[in-house]
């Protein structure tokens, strides 16, 4: 399988190691803010240093005004440290919009990056899989964190050089006292990191009551789900599931909590014993007359310094750490991404399928959806010739919509071969391989896209082109229900979004968006697939469901029109529709059961003979009693 499902274990961090994590990191951030990033680290570096200067003149000024000295001799010192407090005041407002400068440019690029790795992926296995789930929601964190990582090496920075001054300011005074603040900020720092890892898999081990919750939310403003969950009543229900999954994240967040307060409570009771320490001593030495009242002033300034600038680095390392975790998520996406697309390329020795030539055939097809799940095709073996029009038929869950995904390669076979012209699928670009079908699935799907631009996209290259969205319309029937909107094909299909009357990018007066219905849009999802002119297959995955019997005679009508000029394959389980196919098969049990003309398969008195008598039956006997059972 080229699909990236790779699942990491739970409570594991795929991706590079820290230290590449940061390195590529820093690359990045630099090739997207060449300027802006040295120029924020050396405002940065240069404030760690402002805290130390400050000190060493205020305890100058502050000895000098004991020893009675002049104003005029003080004088440069106290507008050197006037101008020290500007800059230190100045600096932080600064550093803050730089560095919101690069998270907004730095979040495209990795935001492109990130879309652009989740769509490389061949198939969609991917996107079912809830590790990999788990993985791009904390790869998705990167985009809205993008300058957390410049931010908090930076900070660790100014801090490292903050705490450096002010340790050889300490120093001066109390060499024991300075090396003790320094070494009590290792078991800070070990602590706080042994924190992060939790927290980290904590994060990865809720992450099903996360996105449980993330859907039920989905759920509750869809328009759709709306009127069940209120016409069941399931406000309560999804209200108590919601709770206890908040619960449960709480829970989990709630143990780290209190490790971290038990961890972290007698370490700052440490250093809190250590500066009050420090201030005795000082205080007493003052009392000897062994240091000056300058000397204590800088004293107590250094230790509490140094006491807040460690705290700060451990602060700043945990935030490097925590995003190199989403980091990473993202470079093991991005690089899953770019090694998908290089194994279909790879694999792809063929440019791209040209016009149906000999067919396409399914050959000894099994397939299920994950290693251990039950088989749902198994052994398919079948051909679709040419021009011909094929219709699949089959109960509920036979396969039928299965083999159509293997056929666009959403998903790969597990054993045997689909040939397209007698070449392999997997031999062929993805990309130019699709090119060459037309399709509309069982849902198709309701774009938050103006109605021209919801047909258009079933070729996107020619989605403003309005003469052949218009025919598309035409050919699906739809075009007079577009038509009739407030804004024609401009109308935007979405309650949620309002557009310009002009169209989706610009236009005059603003347009309330709208919705179809079920059946129309079953039409706009058929005038999409007629978008593909081109295109040498047609699937028709159910393309009559919730149509009105006009609208579904008229389908009919053009699709048995298609018949002389498409190769198609067709789905669907109202038999009057699959009637006019070249042959029909019967898929079941994950096999083909039967196959032939509608003639000779009733004459065989199988599976689809039975299936139609019965659908026949429902039509002809107007008498018989309407139930469920
Ligand atoms: N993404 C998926 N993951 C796991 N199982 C799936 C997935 N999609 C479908 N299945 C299973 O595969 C089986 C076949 O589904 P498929 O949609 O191909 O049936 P179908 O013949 O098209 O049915 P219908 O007539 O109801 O549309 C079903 O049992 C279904 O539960």
Redesign the pocket.
């Known amino acids: 399988m080229t699909v990236p499902t790779g699942s990491p274990p739970a409570a594991e961090h795929p991706g590079p190691g820290f230290l590449r994590t940061v390195a590529r990191v820093l690359v990045l951030t630099v090739r997207v803010k060449p300027l802006t990033v040295p120029v924020l680290a050396v405002l940065t570096l240069a404030s760690g240093t402002l805290g130390t200067i400050a000190a060493l003149l205020m305890r100058t000024v502050v000895d000098r005004v004991q020893g009675h000295e002049p104003w005029s001799r003080l004088e440069p010192e106290v507008a050197l440290l006037a101008a020290v407090g500007v800059v230190t005041a100045l600096v932080p407002p600064c550093a803050q919009y730089l560095q919101s400068q690069i998270r907004r440019a730095t979040a495209v690029v990795v935001q492109d990056r990130l879309v652009d790795a989740v769509t490389a992926a061949v198939g969609i296995a991917g996107l079912?899989d809830p590790a990999a789930q788990d993985r791009l929601r904390l790869a998705g964190q990167a985009v809205s964190g993008s300058d957390q990582m410049l931010g908090a090496l930076l900070n660790t920075a100014q801090a490292v050089v903050s705490v450096a001054g002010f340790t050889a300011a300490l120093a001066a005074v109390n060499p024991w006292l300075a090396a003790l603040a320094l070494l009590a900020a290792v078991p800070r720092l070990i602590t706080q990191l042994r924190l992060n890892r939790r927290r980290a898999a904590m994060q990865l081990g809720t992450g099903g009551a996360v996105r449980r919750q993330m859907a039920v939310r989905m759920l509750l403003l869809d328009a759709n789900a709306g009127m069940e969950i209120r016409l069941f009543g399931l406000g309560g229900l999804f209200r108590e599931r919601l709770a206890a999954d908040l619960r449960a994240v709480n829970d989990a967040e709630r143990g780290v909590d209190r490790r971290a307060l038990s961890a972290q409570a007698p370490l700052a009771l440490l250093g809190a014993a250590l500066g009050a320490g420090g201030l005795v001593w000082a205080v007493a030495m003052a009392g000897r007359g062994r240091l000056t009242i300058g000397d204590v002033t800088v004293f107590v300034a250094a230790l509490a310094a140094v006491q807040g600038g460690v705290a700060s680095a451990v602060a700043s390392v945990a935030s490097l750490d925590q995003s190199a975790i989403s980091f990473r998520h993202l470079f093991a996406v991005q690089d899953e991404g770019r090694r998908s697309r290089h194994h279909a390329t790879a694999a792809s020795v063929l440019p791209g399928p040209d016009r149906l030539r000999e067919g396409v055939e399914f050959r000894d097809v099994w397939f299920r959806?994950?290693p251990g799940?039950?088989w749902?095709l198994r052994g398919v073996t079948l051909r679709i010739a040419p021009g011909e029009t094929v219709a699949?038929v089959?109960?509920?869950?036979?396969?039928?919509?299965?083999?159509?995904?293997l056929l666009c390669r959403f998903y790969e076979p597990d054993r045997g071969r689909i040939l397209w012209d007698g070449a392999d699928l997997a031999a062929y670009d993805p990309a130019r391989l699709r090119a060459r079908i037309g399709a509309v699935f069982?849902t198709p799907t309701r774009y938050d896209l103006t109605a021209g631009e919801n047909i258009g996209v079933g070729d996107v290259a020619a989605i403003d082109d309005g003469e052949r969205v218009r025919a598309a319309a035409e050919r699906a029937d739809v075009a007079r229900v577009v038509e009739g909107l407030a804004a024609g094909y401009a109308t935007m299909l979405s309650r949620v979004h309002v557009v310009g009357a002009a169209g989706a990018r610009g236009g005059a007066a603003p347009c309330q968006g709208t919705q179809l219905s079920g059946g129309q849009w079953q039409r706009v999802g058929l005038a999409r697939a007629f978008m593909r002119d081109g295109a040498d297959l047609l699937i028709l995955?159910?393309p009559s469901a919730g149509l009105d019997p006009e609208a579904e005679h008229r389908i009919r009508d053009g699709l048995r029109a298609l018949r002389t000029t498409r190769t198609a394959l067709l789905?669907s389980?109202r038999l009057a529709d699959v009637r006019f196919a070249d042959r029909i098969v019967v898929?079941a049990d994950g096999q083909v059961a039967e196959q032939g003309t509608h003639t000779e398969l009733l004459a065989a008195d199988g599976d689809y003979a039975r299936l139609f008598a019965l659908q026949a039956d429902g039509y002809q006997d107007s008498t018989a009693p309407i139930g469920i059972h």
Do not use: C
């Open positions: 079912e959806y994950h799940a039950p749902i699949l089959g109960l509920n869950g036979a396969g039928k919509s299965t083999l159509v995904k069982q995955d159910e789905i389980h898929l």
